[in-house]
Each structure stands twice: as C-alpha cells, then as structure tokens.
C-alpha cells in the first residue's frame, strides 16, 4: 500500500544534540511537507520541498534544516540551535492536484 | 490561504448525526475547502473536500453554502471511533508547486454513549 512512513515513533535526545527525524512516501508525490504541533495547537509548517533538489521555509524554520535528495525521502534535522525542539513532528506529502495532503503517523520529539 | 473559524468543542451523542460548522468569509474563488480530522497522537486524516458543489463520500458530506462563507461537515452516524479534532482548512492547490495548507485549531469532537 502506498503511503508515508515517519520513523521513528518516539524519539529523545538530550539538550544540544542535533538529531534527525525519517520521512519516506511511496506515493510518488512531488511535494513534502513537514509541520511542527505542539500541545493544544494546530500545526505549524517548518519546511516544505516542491521538487527534489529544492527547499523553501515556512513559518519557523530556525533551528531546522531539511534536504532532498531523492523523491522518496525529506528528512528533518532538529539543530541545537532550535530553543524548544520538544514536539510532535508531522511529515506530508501532495500530488499535483486538487486532493490535498497525505500526512506519516509523526513523531514525537523528546528532549530532555 | 483564506482565515477560518470553528467552533472549539463539540459533542454528539452515538448514533446521530454531527454537523460540524465552518466559517470562511474571506475564501477566494479559486481556494477549496478541506476537512481533515486528527485522533489523538496521530496524522491527521483527509476527510473530504469541495469547491462549491455539496461532496458526498463514505466518510462524510461536506454542504457549502452558496455564496461560499461557510460549509458544514456531516457525519451521518457518529460512532465513538470518530472522536477527534476536525480541522476545517480554504486552501488554494497550486497544480504546478507545492501549496502550504494552514491548519488551525479545529474543533474538538467527543462523540458520546
């Protein structure tokens, strides 16, 4: 089944590490997407990749990096430079189209 | 993207319809209107989309009026399994890029026994 895999579930890290959150699809979308959702709130977009080779920030990239190198892959690294990486992180993906995004399962970020 | 508005909160009791409402009087002619929901600790999960048309799927029909300010999402038989967050998003989908949907706060539904 096609669909998009965030590894892994739960992740933590101790204060000052970089660390690196897995977003793969086999959907063959175009675009990816990843958003931050802290406790209560609605999501917000850290980057987003239209094409590979190519990466724009959304609304609070600082502290974050992405690449993508390959279509299938659009990896998060949380910087130590990100003052509250403690989060749940959502990765999606789009076709071009009117069909909207297919979002992983997340993962929540622990840093202690 | 066009600014929504939902209610924070909701119940509806097993077996009844939920109407959730959405206010979007800014939504442009060219933006739709999404339904995605989110169960705890989960993605949120596409529900249903339209244009200005009234959509029907297994899931769930989504009524938008006529001039295009407000939809209403329905699910016709509410089961316990449906507690969530609805996020009602007017978004434009960029056929050519990626287009960056706003999600909101949404509306928190306890469907109840």
């Known amino acids: 089944d096609g669909g998009i895999t965030q590894s892994p579930k739960y992740l933590f890290r101790k204060e000052g590490q970089n660390v690196t959150l897995s977003c793969e699809q086999n959907?063959?979308?175009?675009?990816m997407y990843w958003y931050r959702q802290d406790p209560g709130q609605g999501l917000r977009l850290i980057y987003y990749?239209?094409?590979?080779?190519?990466?724009q920030k959304g609304d609070i990239a600082e502290g974050y990096s992405v690449s993508r190198e390959k279509k299938e892959s659009f990896p998060l690294t949380v910087t130590s430079a990100q003052k509250n990486p403690t989060a749940f992180y959502l990765c999606?993906?789009?076709?071009?189209?009117?069909?909207?995004?297919?979002f992983g399962s997340g993962t929540r970020l622990t840093v202690v | 993207d066009a600014k929504t508005t939902q209610p924070t909160s909701m119940d509806c009791a097993e077996g009844r319809a939920a109407n959730l409402p959405c206010n979007h009087s800014?939504?442009?002619?060219?933006?739709?209107v999404y339904w995605y929901r989110q169960i705890h600790s989960q993605g949120p999960q596409y529900i249903i989309h339209?244009?200005?048309n009234n959509e029907t799927n297994e899931m769930a029909s989504l009524i938008i009026t006529e001039d295009r300010k407000s939809s209403t999402l329905i699910l016709p038989h509410a089961t316990l399994r449906d507690t969530a967050v609805y996020y009602c998003?007017?978004?434009?989908?960029?056929?050519?890029?990626?287009?960056?949907?706003?999600f909101g706060t949404g509306t928190r539904l306890q469907v109840t026994l």
């Open positions: 999606a993906s789009s076709d071009r189209g009117e069909w909207g995004y297919t």
């Open positions: 959907l063959n979308h175009d675009a």
């Open positions: 990749s239209q094409i590979v080779n190519d990466f």
């Open positions: 800014t939504i442009s002619g060219n933006e739709y």
């Open positions: 339209g244009l200005k």
């Open positions: 998003i007017a978004g434009y989908i960029n056929t050519g890029t990626a287009s960056k949907l706003t």
